[in-house]
T-cell receptor, first 115, second 114 residues
Framework: GAGVSQSPSNKVTEKGKDVELRCDPI?????LYWYRQSLGQGLEFLIY????????KSGLPSDRFSAERTGGSVSTLTIQRTQQEDSAVYLC?????????????FGDGTRLSIL | DQQVKQNSPSLSVQEGRISILNCDYT??????FLWYKKYPAEGPTFLIS?????DKNEDGRFTVFLNKSAKHLSLHIVPSQPGDSAVYFC?????????????FGKGTKLSVIP
């Protein structure tokens, strides 16, 4: 498809389990971002990738959260030992990077529920 | 500390009239501003953006105005249509900060009444 693709669309898991969320960006977009939206809140930045490197990890809330990107394309966000406060919609976005500002384009998100 | 604020959680407008959504920011380093529209169970869809070197940008029915001295931007939708009913998010970033991360407001839910 032409847009950002995220999987799974929904994930329900027990507290303490690890989860992996996947993002497939728009082809040719070198920049990739992860955000999350908790209930009643705005979108909160987690991490930014340029190519395979992550120059900005400042939004990751704890060391239980990690992300990687391979081949300058697909990215996975991993949450270890999940807690109930991790329940949120996790959104991925991608963009071109150039001499002028470029808008970020979002996928439909993964709705994560921790029981 | 909320750097991007959308003070109206909701707005109702009659079909055909103008919708005006407002956004205030506190970080004077922000120099790129965007509006996104979001339907339930979908990701945000990019609508329109404006760079800080401009004070207005227009795209069809959508116009964004930027008042840097007041740290305020607004989105005008004219004429409003029922399909415009959605949650609208204002976002901002600092170009050249090495990250391009967006800081979002909490959104305004627009209802366009037929």
């Amino acid at each position: 498809g032409a847009g950002v693709s995220q999987s799974p669309s929904n994930k329900v898991t027990e507290k303490g389990k690890d989860v992996e969320l996947r993002c497939d960006p728009i082809s040719g977009h070198t920049a990739l971002y992860w955000y999350r939206q908790s209930l009643g809140q705005g979108l909160e930045f987690l991490i930014y990738f340029q190519g395979n490197s992550a120059p900005d990890k400042s939004g990751l809330p704890s060391d239980r959260f990690s992300a990687e990107r391979t081949g300058g394309s697909v990215s996975t966000l991993t949450i270890q030992r999940t807690q109930q406060e991790d329940s949120a919609v996790y959104l991925c976005a991608s963009s071109l990077v150039g001499p002028t500002n470029q808008p970020q384009h979002f996928g439909d998100g993964t709705r994560l529920s921790i029981l | 500390d909320q750097q991007v604020k959308q003070n109206s959680p909701s707005l109702s407008v009659q079909e055909g009239r103008i919708s005006i959504l407002n956004c205030d920011y506190t970080n004077s380093m922000f120099d790129y501003f965007l509006w996104y529209k979001k339907y339930p169970a979908e990701g945000p869809t990019f609508l329109i953006s404006i760079s800080s070197i401009k004070d207005k940008n227009e795209d069809g029915r959508f116009t964004v105005f930027l008042n840097k001295s007041a740290k305020h931007l607004s989105l005008h939708i004219v004429p409003s249509q029922p399909g415009d009913s959605a949650v609208y998010f204002c976002a901002a970033s600092v170009a050249g900060a090495g990250s391009y991360q967006l800081t979002f407001g909490k959104g305004t839910k627009l209802s366009v009444i037929p």
